[in-house]
């Protein structure tokens, strides 16, 4: 199994970017995918999820309103798209796969996951 998160960049606050995870190797539309982040210094967080098979999305506080998590099991690619970026936004971010079925709320948390991406970084500066 094989993740490859990209789509980082520096970005002005205000600004946009959209992050895709490929996976190969899996049945990808069998699996919940996870968006996380690890600022310096910081917890890893939760960010976003959605589960398999049309099973939903959820979101931080944080980000809700501004990144939508999406994905394209034809591709077997995961997409978060990020509007409206502020510098705490700024933060390596990391996707992960599970296959068990989770309750929505725990597509954020990290030990609901199989397998993770290496990580792509973000950031928020002018």
């Known amino acids: 199994v094989q993740l490859q998160a990209s789509g980082g960049g520096l970005v002005q606050p205000g600004g946009s970017l959209r992050l895709s995870c490929a996976a190969s190797?899996?049945?990808?539309?069998?699996?919940?995918i996870g968006w996380f982040r690890q600022a310096p210094g910081k917890e890893r967080e939760g960010v976003s999820g959605?589960?398999?098979?049309?099973?939903?999305?959820f979101a931080a506080d944080s980000v809700k309103g501004r990144f939508t998590i999406s994905r394209d099991n034809a591709k077997n690619t995961a997409y978060l798209q990020m509007n409206n970026l502020k510098p705490d936004d700024t933060a390596t971010y990391y996707c992960?796969?599970?296959?068990?079925?989770?309750?929505?709320?725990?597509?954020?948390?990290?030990?609901?996951?199989?397998?993770w991406g290496q990580g792509t970084l973000v950031t928020v500066s002018s």
């Open positions: 992960a796969i599970g296959r068990n079925y989770i309750i929505l709320s725990r597509t954020l948390d990290p030990m609901a996951y199989d397998y």
């Open positions: 190797g899996v049945a990808f539309g069998d699996y919940n």
């Open positions: 959605i589960r398999r098979r049309g099973g939903g999305t």
